[in-house]
C-alpha cells in the first residue's frame, strides 16, 4: 500500500522512514540487554552480512530477531514455560516467542507460529512435526529458491522434507538443504553472538573527603593506573581521557586530556599528565574523583628493532607518539599540526593543515605546480589577505604607491601581472564568485618584495604575501 | 663484507686534510682508535657496530652551502646542539621574521641526513626520516609550497596560544631527540632562559634557530651565533639581503657581512639555494636605474 492511501485510510499516523541501519543498531542494543537471560545472545548471520556489504535494505524483515542459546540456563528460571513467560514479560508481550532444540526450528516457528502465545518444543523429534505444515520461507532460504520450490508444487517443509537430499541439492542448490539439515538438527549452526561494549572508567569516592595536595595526586594517579589497567587486560588503547573531580561543594574541576596517538603505556601517560597535575589548583575538600577513557582502539603489539646492537639512534614509532603526545595534551590536537600540498592554482587553498600525520600523502610541487620554481611563491603568506589602497595605472601596471597598515611604501619595482583564475572545473563553482586576481611581486623602497593582487570584480587591491 | 667497506673508506679519509667537515674528521678518528686497538682486522663485529653507531650520529654543523659563510664559521656550519638567533631588521616593522634562510637550513639538515650512511639504514625500515623539524609559532610557519616535498613530510607545525606555552613548547622539542631542528619565533627572553635552551640543545643534540625581534640584538644571549638580516634595494628582480654574522663564538671575523639572494632552476624545482653576490657599493646604478624607471 502507497504512503498516501494508508494516510487515508487511518488520518494523522505517526510515520517515519524506514531506516535499516538505526534498526538494525536498536535490534543490537536490544541483544545486548538480552544478556541477562543468557551469555549467548545472537542476531541473524544475515544482518551482519548485510550491514558490512550495505545491502541491509535488501534484508528480509523476517531477519530482524533475537537468539538466545539457553542451554543450561532454564533451571535459573524454574522450568522452561516460565523461562518463556520471564522473556515474554521483558518484551511486554511484544514478542514472537518460540523454543526449540534448533536454532533453525525456534527461528520458524516464531515467524509462523499461527498462535501468539510461546511455542516450546523440548525434543528433536517434536521439530519434525511442528515444522512440516509451515511454509517453505521458514527455513530462511533466499526467494528465488523459495520460488523454484513453488514451481514444482513444494510449499511446505513436510513436503520438502520427503524428498531424498541429494536430489534437493542437485535442484534448488546446496544452501536448502544447509538449512532444512540445520532446522531439523542435523547439521551444526553458529551463533552470531553480541557483545556488550566495554566502559573504561573507573572512580572512587572518599569518605572522609580528600583534602591535602599530596593524596589528591596520588589517588589520581592510582585512578589512572586503574583504567589503563583495564584496557591492558583487554588489549586496548585509548586516545581520550577525561578526569572529573568533585567537591563537596558540587562543583566540578574537568581536565581532558587529548592525545595525539593512542596508549596503554602507563609510564608514558604518566610522563604526560604529571606537569599538568602539578600545574592544577585544588581547592576545598574531594568527595569523588572520576576517570574515564574514551576513543577506545586494539592495540597492536609491535616488535621494536630486529637487532638492538645495530643503529641504536633509531627512533621507535612509540617516542614518536610520545612526543606527539606530549605536545598534543599540552597545547591542544589541533594546534600541533602537519602540512599537505592540494591540487589547485589558487594560493590559499594550494595547502591545508591536519593533525594526524598518518592520513597524509602528499604530492610534490614539481606534479602539482608545473610551471613554477619554488622560489617564484612567496616564503610568507598572511592568514587573510590584507587590504591596501594603491596608486596604480590602469589597466595593468603594478601599484607605484601603498599604503599597507597605515605605513605608506613605494615601490620601485614590479612585475607582473600573473592572473589567477577560479578553478572552474571545482565542484563549488558557486561559491567561487568569480574571484579572479591579478597577481603582482612588487618592491618597496626598502627593498622588501610584496605579492599583492588586485580582485578583478571589486578592483580593490590586498596584500597577500612576502619574501621574508 | 661490512670490514671490507670500512677499508676503502679508511683509505680515502687517511688523505683528508684537517680543512675537511667535522664529521669525517671523527669517523676516521674513530677507525684510526680502532685499528691501534686492533680490533677492526678481527672481524669484531661490536667494533664494528659501534663505528657503524659513530657513523650514524648527527653531523656536526648545519650548512648554508655556500663556502663564503662556511668558511667563516669554526664549525665549517652552524654548530649543532646549540642555538642560533636570526634578527630580521626590517624598516618598517610589523613583518614576520625571517622564514627563507630557515627553510633553507633545514632543507641543509634534511640532505645531510640523506647523504649520511645512517640513511640508508632507515629508510630500509620506514622510509620517513626518524626526525621531525618543529616550526614553533604561526608567523615563523612558511607556506607549504616553500618547502620541498622530502622535507614536508617531516615537518612538525606546532602554534602555542601564549608566549609561556612558546618557551615550553621550545624547550620540550629542544629536549626530545626526536627533534633534528627547531624553527620557533621567540618572544623576550632574557639570558638565563636562552642559556636553559642551550643546555637542553647540548644535552639532546638539537639545533635551534630561534627568530627574534630586531629590538633585542644587543641583549646577551648564550646562543652560537648571532645573524642579522635585512632587505636590500637593487635593481635586481628578486629579493636580496644583506646576511651579517653580528656575533659567532669561538670565531674570527674577517668579513662578515655577505650579500645573499635565493634562487632556484627551471631544471631542478625544487631546489632552492642560496648564492652570494660580490658586495654591490654602485650607488649611481641604482640611481640611474630608479631616475630611468619612475623620472
Known amino acids: 500500500m502507497a504512503l498516501p492511501l494508508a494516510l487515508a485510510f487511518s488520518p494523522g499516523a505517526y510515520v517515519e522512514n524506514f531506516d535499516p541501519i538505526r534498526d538494525c543498531r536498536a535490534l543490537y542494543k536490544l541483544a545486548v540487554k538480552c544478556l541477562r537471560f543468557s551469555p549467548f545472545v545472537g542476531l541473524d548471520n544475515e544482518l551482519f552480512v548485510g550491514?558490512?556489504?550495505?545491502?541491509?535494505?535488501?534484508?528480509?524483515?523476517?531477519?530482524?530477531?533475537?537468539?538466545?542459546?539457553?542451554?543450561?540456563?532454564?533451571?535459573?528460571?524454574?522450568?522452561?514455560?516460565?523461562?518463556?513467560?520471564?522473556?515474554?514479560?521483558?518484551?511486554?508481550?511484544?514478542?514472537?516467542?518460540?523454543?526449540?532444540?534448533?536454532?533453525?526450528?525456534?527461528?520458524?516457528?516464531?515467524?509462523?507460529?499461527?498462535?501468539?502465545?510461546?511455542?516450546?518444543?523440548?525434543?528433536?523429534?517434536?521439530?519434525?512435526?511442528?515444522?512440516?505444515?509451515?511454509?517453505?520461507?521458514?527455513?530462511?532460504?533466499?526467494?528465488?529458491?523459495?520460488?523454484?520450490?513453488?514451481?514444482?508444487?513444494?510449499?511446505?517443509?513436510?513436503?520438502?522434507?520427503?524428498?531424498?537430499?541429494?536430489?534437493?541439492?542437485?535442484?534448488?542448490?546446496?544452501?536448502?538443504?544447509?538449512?532444512?539439515?540445520?532446522?531439523?538438527?542435523?547439521?551444526?549452526?553458529?551463533?552470531?553472538?553480541?557483545?556488550?561494549?566495554?566502559?573504561?572508567?573507573?572512580?572512587?569516592?572518599?569518605?572522609?573527603?580528600?583534602?591535602?595536595?599530596?593524596?589528591?595526586?596520588?589517588?589520581?594517579?592510582?585512578?589512572?593506573?586503574?583504567?589503563?589497567?583495564?584496557?591492558?587486560?583487554?588489549?586496548?588503547?585509548?586516545?581520550?581521557?577525561h578526569l572529573a573531580l568533585y567537591d563537596t561543594q558540587k562543583s566540578v574541576i574537568c581536565r581532558e586530556f587529548p592525545l595525539a596517538s593512542a596508549t596503554d603505556d602507563v609510564t608514558h601517560l604518566s610522563t604526560i599528565i604529571e606537569p599538568i597535575i602539578d600545574g592544577m589548583h585544588f581547592s576545598g575538600e574531594l568527595r569523588e574523583i572520576a576517570i574515564t577513557a574514551r576513543q577506545i582502539e586494539a592495540s597492536r603489539s609491535e616488535q621494536t628493532r630486529l637487532s638492538p646492537s645495530l643503529h641504536k639512534d633509531a627512533p621507535d614509532?612509540?617516542?614518536?607518539?610520545?612526543?606527539?603526545?606530549?605536545?598534543?595534551?599540552?597545547?591542544?590536537?589541533?594546534?600541533?599540526?602537519?602540512?599537505?600540498?592540494?591540487?589547485?592554482?589558487?594560493?590559499?587553498?594550494?595547502?591545508?593543515?591536519?593533525?594526524?600525520?598518518?592520513?597524509?600523502?602528499?604530492?610534490?610541487?614539481?606534479e602539482l605546480i608545473p610551471h613554477y620554481t619554488l622560489h617564484e611563491r612567496p616564503s610568507y603568506l598572511l592568514p587573510t589577505p590584507e587590504k591596501i589602497h594603491t596608486i596604480s595605472m590602469l589597466p595593468d601596471k603594478p601599484p607605484s604607491f601603498i599604503q599597507w597598515r597605515g605605513k605608506k611604501l613605494k615601490v620601485v619595482t614590479g612585475i607582473g601581472p600573473e592572473r589567477i583564475a577560479p578553478e572552474w572545473w571545482g565542484s563549488s563553482l558557486a561559491q567561487e564568485e568569480g574571484v579572479t586576481r591579478d597577481y603582482f611581486k612588487v618592491q618597496d623602497e626598502c627593498g622588501r618584495w610584496l605579492w599583492v593582487y588586485r580582485d578583478q570584480t571589486t578592483q580593490l587591491w590586498f596584500l597577500h604575501g612576502m619574501w621574508v | 663484507m661490512k670490514t671490507l667497506e670500512l677499508y676503502s673508506d679508511y683509505n680515502e679519509l687517511s688523505n683528508l686534510s684537517p680543512e675537511q667537515p667535522c664529521r669525517t674528521r671523527t669517523l676516521s678518528k674513530g677507525i684510526n682508535d680502532l685499528i691501534t686497538e686492533g680490533i677492526v682486522w678481527n672481524g669484531n663485529y661490536r667494533a664494528v657496530d659501534n663505528l657503524w653507531e659513530s657513523c650514524s650520529k648527527p653531523v656536526e654543523s648545519l650548512q648554508f652551502n655556500v663556502p663564503e659563510i662556511d668558511n667563516a664559521l669554526p664549525q665549517g656550519g652552524l654548530q649543532c646542539g646549540a642555538i642560533h638567533e636570526f634578527y630580521y631588521q626590517d624598516p618598517t616593522g610589523n613583518v614576520p621574521s625571517t622564514i627563507a634562510l630557515p627553510t633553507l637550513l633545514a632543507r641543509s639538515a634534511i640532505d645531510a641526513y640523506y647523504a649520511s650512511p645512517a640513511?640508508?639504514?632507515?629508510?630500509?625500515?620506514?622510509?620517513?626520516?626518524?626526525?621531525?623539524?618543529?616550526?614553533?609559532?604561526?608567523?615563523?610557519?612558511?607556506?607549504?609550497?616553500?618547502?620541498?616535498?622530502?622535507?614536508?613530510?617531516?615537518?612538525?607545525?606546532?602554534?602555542?596560544?601564549?608566549?609561556?606555552?612558546?618557551?615550553?613548547?621550545?624547550?620540550?622539542?629542544?629536549?626530545?631527540?626526536?627533534?633534528?631542528?627547531?624553527?620557533?619565533?621567540?618572544?623576550?627572553?632574557?639570558?638565563?632562559?636562552?642559556?636553559?635552551?642551550?643546555?637542553?640543545?647540548?644535552?639532546s643534540g638539537t639545533t635551534a634557530l630561534l627568530l627574534r625581534a630586531p629590538q633585542d640584538l644587543h641583549m646577551p644571549s648564550s646562543s652560537a651565533t648571532k645573524w642579522s638580516l635585512a632587505p636590500l634595494t637593487s635593481s635586481h628582480l628578486f629579493p636580496l639581503w644583506s646576511l651579517t654574522l653580528e656575533r659567532s663564538k669561538g670565531g674570527a671575523l674577517p668579513n662578515s657581512s655577505w650579500t645573499i639572494t635565493l634562487e632556484s632552476s627551471y631544471e631542478e624545482r625544487e631546489t632552492v639555494s642560496l648564492r652570494v653576490l660580490p658586495r654591490m657599493v654602485d650607488t649611481d646604478y641604482e640611481e640611474k636605474f630608479k631616475a630611468q624607471r619612475f623620472g
Open chain 1, 51 to 241: 550491514r558490512s556489504q550495505g545491502t541491509l535494505e535488501e534484508t528480509r524483515p523476517l531477519h530482524y530477531g533475537i537468539t538466545i542459546d539457553l542451554t543450561g540456563t532454564d533451571r535459573l528460571h524454574g522450568d522452561i514455560d516460565a523461562f518463556a513467560a520471564h522473556i515474554q514479560d521483558f518484551f511486554k508481550g511484544t514478542a514472537a516467542i518460540a523454543i526449540a532444540p534448533t536454532i533453525g526450528a525456534a527461528w520458524a516457528l516464531s515467524r509462523f507460529s499461527v498462535s501468539g502465545a510461546p511455542r516450546t518444543l523440548l525434543t528433536r523429534i517434536d521439530v519434525e512435526s511442528a515444522l512440516s505444515p509451515l511454509p517453505v520461507t521458514a527455513l530462511r532460504i533466499p526467494e528465488n529458491a523459495s520460488a523454484l520450490l513453488k514451481d514444482v508444487g513444494i510449499t511446505r517443509i513436510g513436503d520438502l522434507a520427503r524428498l531424498p537430499r541429494y536430489t534437493i541439492a542437485q535442484r534448488f542448490g546446496k544452501f536448502v538443504t544447509y538449512r532444512l539439515e540445520q532446522a531439523f538438527g542435523d547439521l551444526e549452526e553458529r551463533l552470531h553472538t553480541v557483545e556488550e561494549t566495554k566502559r573504561y572508567n573507573t572512580s572512587r569516592i572518599f569518605e572522609p573527603p580528600l583534602t591535602s595536595r599530596k593524596s589528591i595526586v596520588i589517588a589520581i594517579n592510582a585512578l589512572f593506573k586503574a583504567v589503563l589497567q583495564q584496557l591492558k587486560s583487554n588489549k586496548r588503547c585509548a586516545k581520550y581521557f
Open chain 1, 317 to 366: 614509532s612509540r617516542e614518536k607518539k610520545e612526543l606527539l603526545n606530549t605536545f598534543s595534551v599540552r597545547i591542544g590536537k589541533e594546534r600541533l599540526l602537519f602540512a599537505k600540498l592540494n591540487q589547485s592554482y589558487i594560493p590559499e587553498r594550494s595547502f591545508s593543515y591536519h593533525n594526524a600525520p598518518d592520513t597524509i600523502t602528499s604530492h610534490s610541487v614539481h
Open chain 2, 119 to 203: 640513511s640508508a639504514w632507515d629508510r630500509t625500515n620506514s622510509g620517513a626520516p626518524p626526525f621531525f623539524i618543529a616550526w614553533i609559532g604561526r608567523r615563523s610557519w612558511p607556506t607549504p609550497f616553500a618547502i620541498p616535498q622530502h622535507l614536508l613530510s617531516s615537518c612538525l607545525f606546532i602554534d602555542p596560544p601564549d608566549e609561556k606555552l612558546t618557551l615550553w613548547a621550545i624547550e620540550t622539542a629542544l629536549r626530545s631527540p626526536l627533534i633534528k631542528l627547531v624553527i620557533a619565533e621567540c618572544p623576550r627572553i632574557p639570558l638565563i632562559t636562552t642559556r636553559r635552551f642551550s643546555l637542553c640543545a647540548k644535552a
